[in-house]
């Protein structure tokens, strides 16, 4: 079946700090790949998303690029800010049809300080 | 532009009542999905609609949990005789179809917390 792993945090980073997301999956087929933020309290918001391998997902200063070949989507940024606190989630879909549907990683929580 | 919409946002319930959650789509999206999300983890597919018909559901969905979207359009998620192992946020989706790429969008959850 389908499964993401992303690296466990908590992360926790200085501001204007380069930030690096680990994402890897498994999954048959050709999956879409996402980055969903969820602030506190809130729900999910899709942040970026790639639909193919060498595909670049880029929003708000973030980037992922999907390797098929590492199987893998690290999310970056190149410089972050406080309000870049929140919990980042990566998710991948199957290759469609009938059964869609997100699967997720269990999130990594970034902190990032003044 | 409405997104997707959940009520109530936060309900407090004691062990053996039943709750209902009601999830308003973003309109024109044929798709409607329910996860279930705990406390330090991602979230978990329960079960999605297409129009109205209910297409999959998860083994995490037990008896206890029923979900309907009639006339697909809002769709009520139903869970009788809470335990407490059922606190847990309540996501709702919608997306416009299944098709690959597809943007799944959430609405804000519904937290419950069974007492």
């Known amino acids: 079946g389908n499964s993401v792993t992303q690296m466990e945090g908590p992360v926790t980073l200085s501001e204007e700090a380069f930030l690096t997301i680990n994402c890897t999956y498994t999954?048959?087929?050709?999956?879409?790949l996402f980055w969903y933020v969820q602030y506190p309290g809130e729900g999910l918001q899709l942040l970026l998303k790639?639909?193919?391998?060498?595909d670049k997902g880029s929003n708000k200063g973030f980037e992922a690029t999907y390797r098929k070949e590492t199987t893998s989507f690290h999310l970056e940024k190149g410089s972050v800010q406080v309000s870049d606190s929140a919990v980042y989630f990566c998710?991948?879909?199957?290759?469609?049809?009938?059964?869609?549907?997100?699967?997720f990683g269990k999130g990594t929580l970034l902190t990032v300080n003044p | 532009d409405t997104g997707v919409s959940q009520n109530p946002r936060h309900k407090i319930t004691k062990r053996g009542q039943n709750v209902t959650f009601r999830c308003d789509p973003i309109?024109?999206?044929?798709?409607l999905y329910w996860y279930r999300q705990t406390l330090g983890q991602g979230p978990e597919f329960l079960t999605y609609?297409?129009?109205?018909?209910?297409?999959?559901k998860s083994r995490l969905l037990s008896d206890r949990f029923s979900a309907e979207r009639p006339k697909g359009s809002f769709s009520t998620l139903e869970i009788q005789r809470t335990e407490q192992g059922d606190s847990a946020m309540y996501l709702c989706?919608?997306?416009?179809?299944?098709?690959?790429?597809?943007?799944?969008?959430f609405g804000e959850g519904s937290w419950l917390t069974v007492v």
């Open positions: 989706a919608s997306s416009l179809r299944g098709g690959t790429g597809n943007t799944i969008y």
């Open positions: 999954a048959t087929g050709y999956p879409s």
């Open positions: 790639a639909t193919k391998a060498d």
């Open positions: 998710a991948l879909t199957n290759s469609g049809g009938s059964n869609y549907k997100l699967t």
């Open positions: 309109s024109e999206h044929n798709r």
């Open positions: 609609f297409q129009n109205e018909a209910q297409l999959e």
